[in-house]
């Protein structure tokens, strides 16, 4: 399809408490330079149900209007209700360019709304810009295993649409609510909604593990030794205000969830501080956490390939480390 | 019931190394396996036949002739028969060309084996890591999906998909026909036997071209593709970092928060 505006999208994951994912917001900060550059506004879509702090985070974050479809049916994320709202604003209003969070719920809704209007999607982009003159986003990606990084452009087709990881982009400083606000009155029926939640599973450890959101994680991998070797792991995180990781290794000898893997065919992270406890970094894992800020390496082994990644690396027993460590960062907090 | 698993021959994307001197990828002996995922997708599909034994498994890959090699491995797993899809028309396919030449395949093959109750994905392949073909196959066969499976039964005319999220998990249910994609579970996909294997070797392996699946030129490959790569540049390698090689694992421990505090990260 061709756009009838110039406006740059992008669409706010909505919570089922009516909040959003970080991620929405952080695409604000470089949609504003992107809409900028393409000459239009820069659009918020909100999809939810009763989604009020959602919209005022994306109003006091840039958005120069917002498009709120609001329901019951969008309370927990469908697929079904979902694509059909989203395609039914995109073929309305028919903007140049999509940017979605590249959450679970982003990767699950983007291709099937890029696919029914038949145009371009990149996955999991970590770097965004514009050429001015054609209005050509540049989306940029990890490939083969985080080895290759491509520059993908949709030239032809509009809207140009893309997800974006978690944690690449920071959110701007609030600023004053300036939008307008448009309430797109669109439902879906009933039987138009083909899947149901029948049950929700909380993580074992009756907390949630959203790594892909974490700003601080501390993981353990072979080094750990055993599933009670997790303990300081977890005592570490705390102590920082972080979540729990692990590498392959750690998840395939059963000491902890899957939920909790970083890695290729774990999760991809893009933390402030990632802290690889008794992790070697062999090539599956550093695919995993090319994202971070910065990456701080306990391992006894002075040779571990973790090292060439790190920031900062301590050569020595984590068991030994960590505790002096947590003490450290008691004492500075206390 | 009738299942399809679809499975993609992938390059061993943790054993590309980087040529040093031009920072570009060395493909050269990097050995093509089975996408781990789809592994996955062909194991839950094996576990559902376990339990109905008289379902079919049928597995489809689109590619080149070697991509024969993972459907034997699949037949050698646990599938039933095997189709390859595979032309020059349609190399340089994007993922929107590529689930349309998949959907387009899945219907022929539908023709001859009957219609699928359920198709099974991976989540990913590890080599484009997009997510989205699974989806895009649901789309163009107007199928419902659920994305990010790790394990599934059958139960009545639904399945029972465990979903991972990014807080735990969930149970869907979804109506059959329908699509779904395998994340990585908490057991390891099984091994063939060695009478299944002889027989996968043995095993005749149709291929739909071009000619056979009636599709437009205009919708394959590269001018099938909105997208194009525009570039691609092995990413720039960090510069090592400070080493703490302090005996004493106190003072190494102090020494780092010294030099974070320093550094203003903690």
């Known amino acids: 399809m061709e756009a009838k505006t110039k406006d740059l999208w992008v669409v706010v994951e909505t919570t089922p408490d009516g909040g959003c994912k970080n991620v929405g917001i952080e695409l604000l900060t470089p949609g504003r330079m992107m809409a900028d550059k393409q000459g239009g506004k820069l659009v918020a879509v909100v999809i939810g149900c009763n989604a009020t702090k959602a919209i005022e985070e994306a109003n006091t974050h840039g958005a120069d209007q917002i498009i709120v479809v609001d329901g019951p049916e969008y309370k927990e994320y469908n697929t079904d209700a979902y694509a059909i709202a989203l395609t039914h604003l995109v073929e309305k209003y028919a903007p140049t360019s999509v940017l979605i969070g590249a959450t679970n719920n982003g990767r699950d809704l983007a291709p099937r709304v890029s696919c029914r209007v038949k145009t371009g999607l990149t996955a999991d982009c970590t770097s965004l810009d514009v050429d001015a003159e054609t209005g050509n986003v540049m989306w940029t990606r990890p490939a083969f295993g985080g080895n290759l990084m491509a520059t993908i452009i949709c030239p032809d087709q509009r809207p140009q649409m893309g997800t974006v990881r978690p944690s690449v982009f920071k959110k701007c400083e609030p600023t004053e609510a300036k939008a307008e606000i448009i309430n797109e009155d669109f439902h879906v029926a009933a039987d138009q909604i083909r899947t149901q939640v029948l049950e929700v599973i909380k993580d074992m450890e009756g907390e949630g593990v959203d790594l892909e959101g974490a700003e601080i994680i501390v993981s353990g991998g072979r080094g750990v030794g055993g599933p009670e070797g997790f303990g300081i792991i977890k005592e570490a995180a705390d102590a920082l205000g972080g979540v729990v990781g692990a590498s392959r290794a750690a998840v395939d000898a059963g000491w902890i969830a899957h939920a909790h893997q970083v890695g290729q065919t774990g999760k991809t992270v893009a933390p402030k501080i990632y802290v690889a406890c008794g992790i070697s970094g062999a090539i599956q894992h550093a695919a995993g956490i090319g994202g971070a800020d910065c990456i701080i390496a306990i391992n006894k082994d002075p040779d571990a390939p973790i090292f060439d990644i790190a920031d900062y690396g301590v050569v020595g027993n984590l068991f030994e480390v960590l505790p002096v460590l947590i003490e450290e960062i008691k004492k500075a907090r206390a | ?266």
């Open chain 2, 1 to 266: 019931m009738n299942m399809l698993v679809c499975v993609k021959q992938v390059p061993d994307t943790t054993a590309v190394k980087i040529d040093p001197v031009t920072n570009t990828l060395i493909r050269d002996g990097v050995p093509s396996i089975l996408n781990p995922f789809d592994g996955y997708a062909l194991e839950a599909a094996a576990r559902v036949k376990d339990k109905n034994p008289d379902a079919k498994l049928v597995v489809v890959a689109m590619g080149p002739e070697q991509a024969k090699a993972v459907l034997k491995e699949s037949l050698a797993v646990a599938a039933d028969k095997a189709y390859l899809v595979s032309g020059r028309e349609f190399g340089g396919s994007d993922t929107l060309a590529t689930s349309k030449i998949i959907a387009t395949a899945i219907k022929k093959i539908e023709e001859i084996e009957g219609k699928f109750d359920v198709i099974f994905c991976g989540k990913q392949a590890i080599d484009g890591d997009t997510a989205q073909v699974g989806p895009e196959i649901a789309e163009h066969l107007g199928l419902p999906q659920v994305t990010y499976g790790l394990e599934c039964e059958l139960d009545g005319d639904m399945m029972k998909v465990k979903k991972e999220m990014e807080d735990g998990a969930a149970i869907i249910g979804v109506k059959m026909p329908c699509l779904l994609t395998f994340t990585k579970p908490a057991w390891d996909p099984r091994y063939p036997t060695i009478k299944r294997k002889m027989a996968a070797n043995k095993a005749v392996i149709p291929t739909l071209g071009f000619a056979d699946l009636g599709l437009d030129a205009m919708e394959c490959g590269l001018k099938g593709s909105p997208t194009k790569v525009k570039k691609s540049f092995c990413p720039e390698k960090k510069a090592a970092g400070l080493k703490i090689t302090e005996e004493d694992p106190a003072v190494a421990a102090k020494t780092l928060y010294a030099k974070l505090s320093e550094a203003g990260i903690m």
